[in-house]
């Protein structure tokens, strides 16, 4: 079974930063793309950030030049750092793992952090 556990939500006032993490565990074959996704008050979950396990990254028009999606592989991490924050940006962040097992493909997810930006 494969977990995803992230950390390093919170409050934080505007202008501020966080720094969140998300570690993979279980019995794995490979880890593809990992990415981070939010689910704002009233409204549909989005792609935040991802990253392919060569490093190659793709970020939401919203947070581009704010935020930055880096992963280790030896660890099976990834992280997300944010700048700037607004509260807009307010939300539950997801991790989300393309994980290769030996039964088959699995698209694993995180049980979420709160991020809560105050103006």
């Known amino acids: 079974q494969v977990q995803l556990v992230e950390s390093g939500g919170g409050l934080v006032q505007a202008g501020g930063s966080l720094r969140l993490s998300c570690a993979a565990s279980?019995?794995?074959?490979?880890?593809?793309?990992m990415g981070w996704y939010r689910q704002g008050p009233g409204k549909q979950r989005e792609l935040v950030a991802a990253?392919?396990?060569?490093?190659?990254?793709n970020y939401a028009d919203s947070v581009k030049g704010r935020f930055t999606i880096s992963r280790a592989n030896a660890k099976n991490t990834v992280y997300l750092q944010m700048n700037t924050l607004k509260p807009e940006d307010t939300a539950v962040y997801y991790c989300?793992?393309?994980?290769?097992?030996?039964?088959?493909?699995?698209?694993?997810w995180g049980q979420g952090t709160l991020v809560t930006v105050s103006s």
């Open positions: 279980g019995i794995m074959f490979s880890i593809n793309d």
């Open positions: 989300n793992a393309a994980v290769r097992t030996f039964s088959g493909a699995l698209d694993a």
């Open positions: 990253i392919t396990n060569g490093g190659i990254t």
